[in-house]
């Protein structure tokens, strides 16, 4: 299983960003999709997710409203879109795969079952 995170880069506060993450060696539509992301000298913390079906999205407080996951099984692939960004926002983000057996919640790390490499997000004041 490879999960490959790309998109990111250095962008300007209230700027925008597309991370796109590709998956492959697994049935992608069984999966339910993560976005995670961990700053310098903090712990990952979960973003975003979305159900295997599209049809639910979930998002961390800090980000609602301003980002939008989504996802084109037909593509194996996985979109964070992130607007009006913050410095606070700067971070790797890391894509991740959710099979759901083990009942762990959505927005808890330890639930995912693969992970991609991570993308940079510099956000710059």
């Known amino acids: 299983v490879q999960l490959q995170a790309y998109g990111g880069g250095l962008v300007q506060a209230g700027g925008s960003l597309r991370l796109s993450c590709a998956a492959s060696?697994?049935?992608?539509?069984?999966?339910?999709m993560g976005w995670f992301r961990q700053a310098p000298g903090k712990e990952r913390e979960f973003v975003a997710t979305i159900m295997r079906s599209g049809g639910s999205t979930y998002y961390a407080d800090s980000v609602k409203g301003r980002f939008t996951i989504s996802r084109d099984n037909a593509k194996n692939t996985v979109y964070l879109q992130m607007n009006s960004l913050k410095p606070e926002d700067t971070a790797i983000y890391y894509c991740a795969a959710r099979s759901g057996y083990g009942g762990r919640s959505y927005y808890l790390a330890l639930a995912y079952d693969y992970w991609g490499q991570g993308t940079l997000v510099t956000v710059s004041s």
């Open positions: 060696g697994l049935t992608f539509s069984t999966y339910d």
